[in-house]
């Protein structure tokens, strides 16, 4: 039951860093059902099904979160490197008075 989360946390981490909130609802509905299925094919109470299901859902949207914020560090490190860069080229090259 552990590997489905943790492919669904990747998962998550992949749509959050691609996608915007609004994807995980369909997201959701495709992975519920596979966790259901599992849990019932190997002949789980229900509880610990619906637990299991419920486990793969929230550990989508933890992912999802977590690629939110790998997508803004690195848009934010982007800006500070060229705002950098173009600092350092202006200053680099005088500018000839005529």
Do not use: W
Not at 9 to 15: D, K, P, Q, R, S
Not at 33 to 61: C, D, K, M, N
Not at 70 to 86: C, E, F, H
Request: charged content about 10%.
């Amino acid at each position: 039951m552990a590997p489905l989360a943790l492919v669904s946390f990747l998962a998550g981490t992949v749509l959050g860093m691609r996608f915007r909130v609004l994807v995980l609802v369909p997201a959701i509905a495709c992975v519920l059902p596979i966790a259901l299925t599992i849990g019932i094919s190997r002949q789980h109470e229900l509880g610990s099904v619906l637990f299991f299901a419920a486990a793969t859902a929230v550990s989508l949207q933890i992912g999802y979160f977590a690629g939110i914020a790998i997508r803004y560090s690195l848009s934010a490190a982007r800006m500070n490197r060229s705002r950098d860069t173009s600092l350092t080229r202006s200053h680099a090259l005088p500018h000839k008075a005529n």
